[in-house]
């Protein structure tokens, strides 16, 4: 067992290191990006700082060097992550791009398409955002019903998809649809990447919790897509859609604040009846218990590094992390709240500490414990694909998709 | 980056699992807790020294197989899975690693050899009784090389054939630790009923018994919290193995199970408290492995990795045990079910080197230090 870098991982960490140093800021205690999620100049500010990743060699670390990409390993591309959330950078604009769109486009897209995206999203010009989900298909993803049908070289898409991330400022988006209602439910679904100025898309964003809205409804009418555009085979979109939902599982290492350090920092500024909050016994024991996760964590990350510095393919361990560190952040957030008394409420960033960082978390951390995997479905995961627990009653698996039932 | 047992530890296992299936079934487990008069299952000892395990840490030139902390994890891990009836984590963790890290040459020379053939048998004397334990509470007290006092519960004290004793010296808050003989008749020892009675306890009263310095004087509570520190790390490994069978068993149970025409592990209430068991011993084998390569290489944060290697697993030991029992239903509740061996064991290791509140404030202790100092 071995937890120090080698040689060569330690070359390039020092190399991340050094070129982050002389193009970010550092983070200290209390300080945040200046731009918060939902906040529009992110957009902008987040591609500037992927095209200047890549003018330097640091996007898409591990994708070939044909594609813009550095040509190294995964390995690396962790380390860089790792070294990067070290830094005062944009919050998340580009993990669906990057860690979604990009892995299926070089699994699916001929070498033309690959040539003319890859690059292009890799340097910061185009954000793709995922039209998976629908309002009757959300978990049970392969219940949707945007439809597809075919005339001749087009297809054409009417339908409504929702929770969309990022589509209101999303140039690309990839798509799930049923070209086949008669075929059971996983059988029917043709995947496509499409262009989102093209005619027929209507994009109403949904106002969350927080008051911002970061994701979307997304309304298809008519929408035209030539099937050169199509992902895999008409009628294998699910083999596909599993081809970009395992990355999402891979690519999402990186968790929202507050985390453990952000609430450490915190229970030291903050002053209790008897001393620093940091003394008082409660708020040692939920320290001790957010370590331990937090550490667990990066340590599960660890030996997901060690099982693909050996060419093995990734376990359980995202479904593991995502669980843990989504449900933390919502008890972080609680708890600091709680901490701040009577002032708590208040979400001014002028007042509240850390720019309104726990009262942000408070009505963002929801979202995190239902997208991308809700809590539910990597319980599931965990018992079903790691317990060998028996899968839970299906009664949809082998009906005709038109013929199963639908409540609300 | 390497975050994983090497070949041959693996194969340290494999041969650890197989004997322990064969020599630490739960027959011989239950052949302890029912018969009082057994405090142990003196073949299995024996057959784990005859493997070398006792001596695994211990330096060849002391008779020992010379290994690291790591291997000793390797095998911690699967005793606890197997509830091994043994005085090995007094004798291995405590006495010999205290030996190790403050005895003389002499002393390293008269004990570990005996330790390492399981020719003789060690333990720690800490505890006085209800409450906490720390230097200023202790009342048993070393004169001119004389020693006073009771200390309860001493774990394996009964079966040991010298003890470890931490007691009080000069000042108040001063101690010492000592190496005491207790084949001697100012030894008493007395049975004290415990909650897990696979695991044999006494009260120990020394009166007037010769006690020999081991390490410096006063240094009696740091070189203990040392000790207790590297235990913290084996006794994870115990406590994973533990949460691990805790598991296996749930799962098993749960698929083959039937109520309301299917297996019980296809309703969500029982998958979804399985896959929360899995997760926990999952954070708590990530935490315990980093410990265990904070033992192999002294790191400069081990005191903080044990305190995290031991409460995480103790929370996934004593959750996995609990919800076993839940899952198994009324069976889980009887007597000639094994799931109350583990529930029984997992409370206890949570104890035995002090409880959960007590290593999350040391945690909390290890990280304020660790910013103060600066370092990440």
Redesign the interface.
């Given at each position: 067992?071995?937890?120090?870098?080698?040689p060569q991982?330690a070359e390039f960490r020092a190399e991340a290191r050094a070129w982050l140093e002389d193009n970010a800021e550092r983070k200290a205690p209390g300080k945040v990006y200046k731009y918060r999620r939902g906040e529009p100049e992110l957009i902008p500010a987040a591609r500037a700082w992927e095209a200047r990743k890549f003018e330097s060699g640091f996007a898409g670390i591990a994708l070939p060097t044909e594609y813009g990409g550095r040509g190294e390993t995964r390995?690396q591309q962790i380390i860089f992550a790792e070294e990067e959330i070290n830094y005062l950078i944009p919050p998340p604009v580009f993990t669906i791009s990057h860690g979604m769109a990009v892995p299926t486009l070089l699994t699916y897209a001929t070498e033309e398409q690959k040539q003319r995206y890859v690059p292009a999203t890799l340097r910061g010009d185009e954000i793709w955002c995922q039209m998976f989900s629908e309002p009757v298909a959300g978990s049970d993803l392969a219940g949707l019903r945007t439809r597809s049908v075919r005339d001749g070289d087009d297809w054409i898409i009417n339908g409504q998809k929702i929770w969309t991330s990022g589509a209101h400022y999303a140039d690309m988006a990839i798509l799930v649809t049923r070209s086949d209602p008669d075929a059971p439910k996983h059988k029917g679904l043709t995947y496509f990447f499409l262009d989102m100025t093209s005619p027929g898309i209507e994009v109403r964003p949904i106002r969350q919790i927080s008051g911002y809205s970061n994701f979307n409804e997304v309304f298809m009418t008519d929408l035209r897509i030539p099937d050169s555009q199509r992902l895999g085979d008409v009628g294998q979109g699910w083999q596909v859609a599993i081809t970009t939902l395992m990355n999402e599982r891979v690519s999402s290492g990186i968790r929202p604040a507050p985390d453990f350090e952000d609430i450490?920092d915190l229970v030291?500024m903050t002053e209790l009846e008897n001393g620093p909050a940091?003394a008082d016994?409660a708020v040692?024991?939920k320290?001790?218990?957010w370590?331990?996760?937090a550490?667990?964590?990066k340590?599960?990350r660890?030996?997901l590094?060690?099982a693909l510095?050996r060419g093995e393919r990734p376990g359980p361990e995202n479904s593991?992390s995502k669980?843990?560190s989504s449900f933390r952040r919502q008890e972080i957030a609680h708890f600091g709240m709680d901490l701040l008394d009577m002032g708590g409420g208040m979400m001014d960033p002028e007042r509240a500490p850390m720019r309104a960082m726990y009262q942000q978390a408070l009505l963002d951390a929801p979202g995190g414990r239902i997208a991308a995997g809700s809590d539910?479905i990597?319980?599931?995961i965990?018992?079903?694909r790691?317990?060998?627990?028996?899968?839970?009653?299906r009664v949809d698996k082998e009906l005709p998709f038109d013929q199963l039932p639908s409540g609300r | 980056?390497?975050?994983?047992?090497?070949e041959e530890q693996y194969l340290l296992r494999d041969q650890a699992k197989r004997f322990l299936a064969d020599r630490s079934t739960p027959a011989v487990v239950r052949a302890v807790l029912e018969d009082e008069a057994k405090p142990y299952d003196e073949d299995l000892w024996r057959g784990m020294a005859e493997l070398g395990w006792l001596g695994t840490a211990i330096p060849e030139e002391y008779g020992g197989a010379g290994m690291s902390g790591?291997d000793l994890c390797v095998i911690a891990e699967e005793l606890g899975r197997s509830l091994a009836p043994t005085p090995f984590s007094s004798s291995v963790y405590m006495a010999t690693e205290a030996l190790l890290m403050a005895g003389s040459d002499q002393q390293k020379q008269d004990y570990l050899p005996a330790l390492a053939m399981g020719e003789r048998i060690g333990c720690m004397a800490v505890s006085e009784g209800i409450g906490v334990t720390d230097a200023a509470s202790i009342n048993t007290r070393a004169n001119e090389g004389v020693i006073e006092g009771a200390k309860v519960p001493v774990a394996d004290g009964d079966v040991a054939d010298f003890a470890v004793v931490l007691a009080a010296q000069g000042n108040s808050g001063d101690t010492s630790l000592f190496l005491v003989e207790l084949n001697d008749d100012s030894v008493r020892r007395e049975a004290v009923e415990m909650v897990d009675p696979t695991r044999s306890h006494v009260e120990m009263t020394f009166e007037g018994t010769a006690a020999e310095l081991l390490g410096e004087p006063g240094e009696g509570w740091s070189i203990t919290q040392a000790v207790f520190d590297r235990a913290a790390i084996l006794m994870a490994f115990e406590q994973v193995g533990g949460a691990q069978a805790c598991?296996d068993m749930a799962?098993d149970y749960?698929?083959n199970r039937f109520a309301f025409g299917?297996?019980i592990?296809?309703y969500?209430a029982?998958?979804?408290k399985?896959?929360?068991i899995?997760?926990a011993t999952?954070?708590?084998r990530?935490?315990a492995?980093?410990g265990?390569?904070a033992l192999?290489t002294d790191a400069p944060d081990l005191a903080t990795a044990a305190?995290?290697a031991r409460?995480?697993a103790s929370?996934a030991y004593n959750l996995a045990a609990r919800e076993n029992i839940q899952t198994h239903g009324g069976m889980g509740f009887t007597w000639e079910f094994d799931c109350h061996l583990y529930y029984r064991r997992a409370k206890l290791l949570s104890l035995a080197l002090g409880g959960e509140?007590k290593?999350?404030?040391r945690?909390?202790s290890q990280?304020?230090a660790r910013?103060s100092s600066g370092e990440e």
């Open positions: 067992m071995d937890f120090n870098d080698t991982e390995l450490f030291r940091v016994g040692r024991e320290l001790a218990d370590y331990i996760k550490q667990g964590v340590l599960i660890a030996r590094m060690t510095s593991v669980l843990v539910e990597l319980r599931n965990i018992s079903e790691v317990l060998g627990l028996p899968p839970d009653i | 980056m390497n975050f994983d047992f090497s790591e598991l799962v749960a698929k299917r297996a592990g296809s969500q029982i998958k979804h399985l896959a929360d899995y997760v999952e954070l708590a990530a935490n492995y980093y265990a390569w192999a305190a995290a409460v995480a929370e509140r290593w999350k404030d945690l909390v990280l304020e910013n």
